[in-house]
Every structure is written in structure tokens, then in C-alpha cells.
């Protein structure tokens, strides 16, 4: 199996002073190359924690971890860091820009701290991932003269610079009214045809339902590990992922929404 994610038994208690608060209690579960998954759960029952576990933004309290083959826990600081930064884009509700620099700025960051590209080459790059996530029209504006769906597009395309095989968001539309939601969904489905493997956090089912697979996480457990419905074809059921291509339009670029919400 072309596996992306990997995990086993993984576990993360948090330290509270005396008290330990059990956020994650053994999850076990892979997750393949090229999948969209979307992860629910109430609040508090230890998805942003899972989150971060997958995205090496914490270390578990026990249990294993395979990311793309690599085995995190045994990555020393350094190692780790750089796993991170070349094979992971995380993307935020709260966007987490810098509101003095503009979405060039903002999006050529992580290859600042990438290190080894130049600055002709990184205004490069951030303008060609402000386009693919439609907004070569505002390389120049600053987080607060963007909508706030732009802001989440300038997020993704910091997310991307670094080409990341994997693409991890943590209720990234939570902030958004439905038609900016609609259209960051509609970039992660663009995104996930790409091939780049897409796991979204969310508790609204609607946004869940652009996801082939949904894991539920209910008070740090696994209580749900559901498929999308699949259609048999010729009396063969496909694989998830070529239902989906086949579902998917071509690829839509939107004009950018009219509506500011700041
Ligand atoms: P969710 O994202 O599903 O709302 P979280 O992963 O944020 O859930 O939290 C899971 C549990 O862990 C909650 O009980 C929460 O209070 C606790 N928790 C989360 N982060 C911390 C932390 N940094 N320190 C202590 N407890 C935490
Ligand atoms: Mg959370």
C-alpha cells in the first residue's frame, strides 16, 4: 500500500500542573497517497491534537507515526524540522498571516526558512501559487484588505510553495461564510486531483462531504472510519480515486469573490 500516513496506537496526554489531561488515547489507522480525507468529531474529542501529532507541529506521548515511510519519532529535531517544512503545508482557521507583510510576502515565507532560494526566485514562486489559487490579482495587498475567503487562498498558497505531498487543515473554513467556504473547498478538491493527499478537520457535515473518507474522533478514540458511498461501474466497484476524478470538473478557476467581510 502507498501509505502517506501511518499511525499506530498513538497517544498524547497533556500535563496540566498534577493533573494529566488524556487528549489522544490510541489511534490507529493509514491513510493512502492521493486520499481526501476529513476528520469529525464534537469539540474537545482531540482532533486539532491528532492534527498536530500528523503534522509534526507536537510529539506523541506514545505510539508510532510513518510519514511517507519515515518513522517521526525516531527524527531528531532537526531532521524532523525539515521533514516538515518540504513535505507538509498546514493551513489554519485562523489564517495565522503576518498583517504588516503583503500575500507575496506572506506566501513566500516557509521558503525563507527553506533556506538556499533566492529572493528573484521565491517572488517567483509565491506569484505562480497566488495564481493557481486565483489571486495573482492581489500579490500586493496586505491580509486586512483581503475578504476573509482570500485570506484562507493566501494561507493555501503559503501552504503550497513548498510543493507538499501532504496537506493538512484544521477547520479551515470555521471562519468563513458559505460562499468562501464553497470555493476553499472547491481549491482542496483541485488540489486533491493534483494528487496531493488533502486531511481536513471540521465538524460540518456539508464540508465533510467533499471528502471520499470521513474519520470520526470522538473523546480521543477512533469511532468511525466511513467511505463515501462508492457506484459500481460495469458491476466492478472503482477505486475512491477514480470515482472522484471522474466526478470532478475540470479544473474552475473562480473570480474572486466581490463581498469583503473586514
Ligand atoms: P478538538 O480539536 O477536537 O476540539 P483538542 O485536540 O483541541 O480537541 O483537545 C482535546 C482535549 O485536550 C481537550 O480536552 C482539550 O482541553 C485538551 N487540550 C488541548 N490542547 C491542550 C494543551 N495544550 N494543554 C492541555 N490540554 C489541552
Ligand atoms: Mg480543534
Do not use: W
Not at 4 to 31: C, H, N, W
Not at 159 to 169: E, G, K, M, S, W
Not at 179 to 196: H, P
Amino acid at each position: 500500500m502507498d501509505a502517506m500516513i501511518q499511525v499506530r496506537d498513538l497517544r498524547k496526554t497533556y500535563q496540566m500542573g498534577e493533573i494529566d489531561v488524556p487528549a489522544l488515547r490510541g489511534v490507529s489507522f493509514q491513510i493512502r497517497r492521493g486520499e481526501f480525507v476529513a476528520i469529525m468529531g464534537p469539540s474537545g474529542s482531540g482532533k486539532s491534537t491528532l492534527m498536530n501529532l500528523l503534522g509534526c507541529l507536537d510529539t506523541p506521548s506514545g505510539g508510532q507515526y510513518l510519514l511517507d515511510g519515515l518513522p517521526v519519532e525516531q527524527l531528531d529535531r532537526n531532521l524532523l524540522a525539515a521533514v516538515r517544512n518540504r513535505k507538509i503545508g498546514f493551513v489554519f482557521q485562523q489564517f495565522n498571516l503576518l498583517p504588516r507583510q503583503s500575500a507575496l510576502e506572506n506566501v513566500a515565507l516557509p521558503l525563507v526558512y527553506l533556506g538556499g532560494v533566492s529572493a528573484e526566485e521565491r517572488r517567483l514562486r509565491a506569484q505562480a501559487v497566488l495564481e493557481q489559487v486565483g489571486l495573482g490579482e492581489r500579490t500586493h495587498h496586505r491580509p486586512k484588505e483581503l475578504s476573509g475567503g482570500q485570506q484562507q487562498r493566501v494561507a493555501i498558497a503559503r501552504a503550497l510553495i513548498t510543493q507538499p505531498a501532504l496537506l493538512l487543515a484544521d477547520e479551515p473554513t470555521g471562519n468563513l461564510d458559505s460562499t468562501s467556504s464553497a470555493e476553499i473547498l472547491t481549491l482542496f478538491e483541485q488540489l486533491n486531483g493534483q494528487g496531493i493527499t488533502v486531511v481536513l478537520v471540521t465538524h460540518d457535515p456539508d464540508v465533510a462531504a467533499h471528502a471520499a473518507r470521513v474519520l470520526t474522533v470522538r473523546d480521543g478514540l477512533i469511532a468511525g472510519d466511513a467511505s463515501a458511498q462508492r457506484q459500481p461501474v460495469n458491476g466492478v466497484v472503482p477505486a475512491v480515486d477514480t470515482v472522484r476524478l471522474r466526478q470532478r470538473p475540470s479544473v474552475v478557476r473562480r473570480s474572486a469573490p466581490k463581498r469583503r467581510s473586514i
